[in-house]
């Protein structure tokens, strides 16, 4: 079993930073991917930006410029740094993966339980 926990959330006025960070444990091989998605109230999940194991990165137009995704591959956790931010970037944050347990196994996706971000003066 594989666990995605995220922290880092909160409230933030407009202009301020926050980094978000999430960890993934349980039975893990190898990560293929990680990635933060973010869901609007009244709006789809869509994605925010993703990293992969060999360190290619991409970012929704949306938010380019203004955040950076990392990953510190020992463990097994994803970072997203997230500068200038507006209201518009109000939603809850979750986190993904793409990995498998056993050399073996075929991939899957796990989610993460996602964290608030607010972003209000």
Known sequence: QVQ?????????Q????????????GSIFSIKAMAWYR???GK??????????????NYADSVKGRSTI???????TVFL?????KPEDTAVYYCNANLRSDWA???????GQ???????S
């Open 81 to 85: 740094q997230m500068n200038s931010l």
């Open 4 to 12: 995605l926990v995220e922290s880092g959330g909160g409230l933030v």
């Open 114 to 120: 996602g964290t608030l971000v607010t972003v209000s």
């Open 44 to 57: 789809q999940r869509e994605l925010v930006a993703g990293i992969t194991s060999g360190g290619s990165t």
């Open 70 to 76: 990392s990953r510190d591959y020992a463990q097994n």
């Open 105 to 111: 196994a075929g991939y899957f996706e796990v989610w």
């Open 14 to 25: 407009p202009g301020g930073s926050l980094r978000l960070s999430c960890a993934a444990s």
């Open 39 to 41: 869901q609007a109230p």
